[in-house]
């Protein structure tokens, strides 16, 4: 988040897609441009602090009427650009900080995820979709516990993916490198990656991690990296919100730093006991003007979570009174709508 919207608070694929960027804020890298640059020791330099607030607009999933059209039409491209202007400006002279955290160049993409070519997350296996069905039960009724709420509602984690999809705000994420690791640090719930690029073990297979256990290494300009040993309790959607994946996914990520200001990401999800097929995600991060990654307290600033818990308790309360009095018992309303919902704008 920049530093301007923070002042305002209380408290605070894959290589081969070709993304087509337009505006007069951004140009497209130019045709057979060499690598962006090295660090002393060798390795592309991904360093900085990035951000994915330019693809807010761009929907997780390509809507069905337009198929395998990987790109808007020209007219389509004007008229989101239009539309992502004007809303940048009506946010930000609206005072709404968190709110105002939008991106400043537009892009072409139909859709984030690009691989299977319709654009479409695709099924859950059986299994997968029970877990969902279960998940979204608990999500959808009144909570007994704190664990009966999302790991994001919980300040836990977003998950691999859920760390770096465009949200509300909090979109920014810093890379550090050395000659034997990179680091990624995300703004939101401050998680941080090391990813070692040795060849040091793997963890055993029986301890199982959040964010798994990750190792990169460079082919040519591009990072990729490699994760696995999930607990099973994460998801790919925004905010980590989804169908929760199996202990067995697995993820691959790619960095390919193509201009100054901007660096190609996908990552292929693979989860056979969740999901029908493998599935590609990609979308450019970039630099935003005068973004900062600040601390984010979570923890500190979860009211939401204690006022969820008591609202449920007084709900039961006023449940068990009603009961004692033989009167009708009170109708509250605790759906907390589909664990795939569209985001906020």
């Known amino acids: 988040m920049s530093t301007l919207h923070r002042c305002v608070l209380v408290a605070p694929a894959i290589a081969a897609l070709a993304f087509a960027v337009a505006g007069s804020h951004a140009q497209p890298p130019a045709a057979g441009a060499g690598p962006q640059g090295r660090t002393p020791w060798g390795h592309p330099d991904l360093q ?29 491209f004007a008229e989101r650009q239009q539309g992502n202007d004007a809303q ?20 072409r993409q139909t859709s984030l995820v690009v691989d299977p070519p319709d654009g479409r997350i695709p099924a859950l296996t059986a299994d997968g979709q029970k877990r969902t069905d279960e998940t979204q039960a608990r999500r959808r009724s009144r909570p007994s516990s704190w664990e009966d709420r999302s790991l994001y509602d919980r300040c836990l984690t977003r ?65 990729v ?11 790919v959607g925004l905010n980590g919100n989804g169908p929760p994946l199996s202990p067995a996914a697995t993820f691959v990520e790619r960095f390919t730093r193509v201009a100054d200001d901007r660096i190609d990401y996908s990552v292929t999800v693979t989860d056979p006991e969740t999901y ?6 990609a979308f450019p991060i970039t630099p935003q003007p005068d973004y900062q990654v600040l601390p984010y307290e979570c923890h500190e600033g979860n009211m939401a ?24 018992e009170p109708v509250f309303n605790n759906d907390d709508g589909p664990i795939f919902a569209a985001p906020r704008e």
């Open 225 to 235: 990296v490699e994760t696995q040993n999930m607990i099973g309790r994460t998801a």
């Open 305 to 328: 979570l204690r006022n969820i818990l008591s609202a449920a308790r007084a709900e039961d309360r006023a449940i068990a009174e009603a009961r004692a009095k033989g009167l009708p």
């Open 88 to 107: 940048v400006a009506r946010l930000r002279e609206g005072g709404t900080a968190f709110l105002a955290e939008r991106g400043v160049r537009t892009f």
């Open 276 to 281: 029908t097929a493998p599935f590609t995600i």
């Open 159 to 223: 998950g691999v993916v859920g760390s770096i999809l465009p949200v509300i705000y909090g979109n920014g994420l810093e890379i550090h490198q050395t000659p034997s690791d990179v680091v990624i640090r995300y703004e939101m719930i401050h998680e941080t990656r090391i990813i070692p690029l040795t060849a040091k073990p793997r963890i055993g297979e029986a301890i199982k991690m959040y964010m798994g256990d990750a190792r990169g290494h460079f082919e040519g300009d591009t990072l």
């Open 48 to 76: 900085g602090t990035w951000s994915s607030d330019d693809v807010r607009g761009i929907p997780l999933q390509r809507p069905e009427e337009l198929g395998t059209r990987a790109e808007l039409t020209d007219e389509e």
